[in-house]
């Protein structure tokens, strides 16, 4: 089992800042790729930024230039850093962390509230 523990969320006015951490623990080596998604009210989880199976990283269109993944293995936290924050991001945010192969499991955190105002 691994647990996944995000933190960081809040209200922040239009073109502000806030960083997300997400902690995790347990059976962690069996985890190979790790990241954020985001969930608003009314629409589908969507993908927000991932370290995949290779270290690459991938993010969202809407999100490139204003957020940045970042990870502390020596913490085992995955960060995402939120610059220049939109209405449009206001979403619960989860961490979510995925096994290798076509039986890996994948593990979500129970999300972290991003509010942004105009």
């Known amino acids: 089992q691994v647990q996944l523990v995000e933190s960081g969320g809040g209200l922040v006015q239009a073109g502000g800042s806030l960083r997300l951490s997400c902690a995790a623990s347990?059976?962690?080596?069996?985890?190979?790729?790790m990241g954020w998604y985001r969930q608003a009210l009314g629409k589908q989880r969507e993908l927000v930024a991932i370290?995949?199976?290779?270290?690459?990283?991938k993010y969202a269109d809407s999100v490139k230039g204003r957020f940045t993944i970042s990870r502390d293995n020596t913490k085992n936290t995955v960060y995402l850093q939120m610059n220049s924050l939109k209405p449009e991001d206001t979403a619960v945010y989860y961490c979510?962390?995925?096994?290798?192969?076509?039986?890996?499991?994948?593990?979500w955190g129970k999300g972290t509230l991003v509010t942004v105002s105009s």
């Open positions: 979510k962390a995925d096994e290798p192969g076509t039986y890996g499991r994948a593990y």
């Open positions: 347990g059976r962690i080596f069996r985890i190979n790729a």
């Open positions: 370290f995949s199976s290779g270290g690459m990283t």
